[in-house]
């Protein structure tokens, strides 16, 4: 049996949480629906003080921006957006059409078509996050999106030029500077000014992440994803600092970010709750990952790996984090999680940042029945059907026929009958079922 050492807040003050931020957010999209880029305007200057008459930004100003940035900074931003576009690729090499004749004279295939256009959220309220751009743009671009439009909101007041350099680079079309609810409302639903997509993707915090939900159906989605929530797997192969790090570390994302530290070793434990409290005072952005650990924090000792593994699956992180003497035991055995990185050589800022496997991933349990965004994600995968034979019409009509008037189609029957009758040559009564010869 399992021993919690922290807890993190109780179920129903999440939920009262929940609730506002559901109708903050269905009160928001209504108004954008309703008033277009006044409401988007206002709501800007409510939330970012924000205010400008045209959000997108010129060309001339997207290379003021990106001449802001030293050459080492685009070069390590060109050399995370390679590794992105590398793996994005080796992805899409493994999506292939296909064809295939079924039955003699009827061929069924798929094809793999890209979405026609899609709006990119990259975060940048707290911390401007352009490793969003990489993971959500480059992405859309490998899959042949031919439309691509980001939104990040201002920081400190001004658009923040290593985002609209990575979304620049990264291939975007139109690049808007406009943050939450109100950019991914004017996105979704459209303006005078934004004419809206057919899908939305990238994380961002609760709000981000409602308006994704309550859109959903208007438009698609990635998945839903924010804040931002982190699991640590470890034994006694691995010491408290290494486990503190990497808790904070993405702890520091956001004032409700979840970190659970899921162990076998209570003296693992507490050496980490040890590490935790020293690194907060010194770590400086510990103000608001201190903030997370005490909301959100959790401490889970269990018996043994088997407890583990049910407990991570139970959990269903957006982050895992193993770090144990059988880490590909894991990656065989737990079937719920965002994105595993094995070993204490790795660790998820390597995947935030840089590595190339994407950073958009399932919150909130969602990694139960879905993964996180890849190129897949921009494709429409759409069957097709052709019946080059007389033979195989009337063959194949025969059946539908009969399997409609099972279930009291008579229109959909006839559809079948009319061809049994001109390619098969027998005389079949309208709206009957065929009878086999």
């Given at each position: ?9 109780d179920v129903e003050a999440i939920a009262e949480i929940d609730a ?176 809206p997509v057919d899908m939305l993707v990238g994380p961002g915090n ?232």
């Open positions: 049996m399992a021993t919690i050492l922290k807890r993190g807040k506002q931020v559901r109708s903050t957010v269905e009160t928001a999209l209504n108004d954008i629906a309703r008033r277009g880029d006044d409401a988007v305007r206002d709501l800007s200057r409510k939330f970012d003080k924000w205010e400008r008459d045209d959000f997108r930004l010129s060309q001339a100003e997207i290379d003021e921006a990106v001449g802001q940035l030293r050459p080492r900074d685009i070069a390590d931003i060109q050399f995370a957006q390679a590794q992105v576009r590398n793996f994005a690729e080796i992805q899409m090499s493994a999506l292939q059409p296909v064809e295939r004749e079924t039955l003699p004279g009827i061929i069924l295939g798929h094809k793999n078509i890209p979405v026609s256009s899609v709006g990119c959220y990259v975060p940048g309220g707290k911390y401007p996050l352009l490793a969003s751009a990489h993971m959500s743009v480059v992405t859309a671009k490998v899959a042949g999106v031919k439309r691509i439009i980001t939104c990040a909101p201002p920081f400190a007041g001004k658009p923040a030029p290593a985002i609209i350099a990575a979304q620049h680079l990264a291939g975007a079309d139109e690049i808007y500077v406009l943050g939450g609810i109100q950019a991914v409302g004017a996105m979704a639903l459209g303006t005078a000014t934004i004419a609760a709000y981000v992440a409602e308006a994704k939900r309550q859109l959903y159906g208007r438009v698609g989605i990635d998945l839903f994803a924010g804040p931002t929530e982190t699991m640590v797997i470890a034994d006694e192969t691995v010491d408290g600092e290494l486990c503190a790090v990497d808790l904070l570390g993405q702890a520091e994302h956001g004032p409700n970010s979840p970190a659970v530290l899921l162990t076998t070793s209570e003296r693992l434990a507490r050496e980490t709750i040890r590490e935790v409290e020293r690194l907060l005072a010194i770590m400086p952005t510990g103000e608001i990952a201190g903030l997370a650990w005490r909301d959100y924090g959790q401490v889970i000792v269990a018996d043994d790996h088997d407890e583990m593994l049910k407990i991570a699956n139970q959990i269903a992180s957006e982050h895992v984090q193993v770090m144990t003497d059988r880490d590909d035991w894991y990656l065989e055995h737990m079937v719920n999680y965002g994105a595993l990185f094995l070993g204490a050589r790795t660790n998820v800022s390597y995947g935030d940042k840089v590595i190339g496997t994407n950073h958009t991933l399932p919150t909130r349990r969602a990694a139960r029945y879905t993964g996180g965004l890849w190129v897949g994600k921009f494709l429409k995968t759409c069957t097709y059907q052709k019946v080059v034979t007389d033979e195989a019409s009337a063959m194949i009509g025969e059946y539908c026929s009969r399997l409609c008037a099972l279930e009291g189609f008579a229109g959909h029957g006839e559809q079948a009958n009319i061809r049994v009758r001109r390619y098969g040559g027998r005389n079949v009564e309208p709206y009957s079922a065929v009878e086999p010869l």
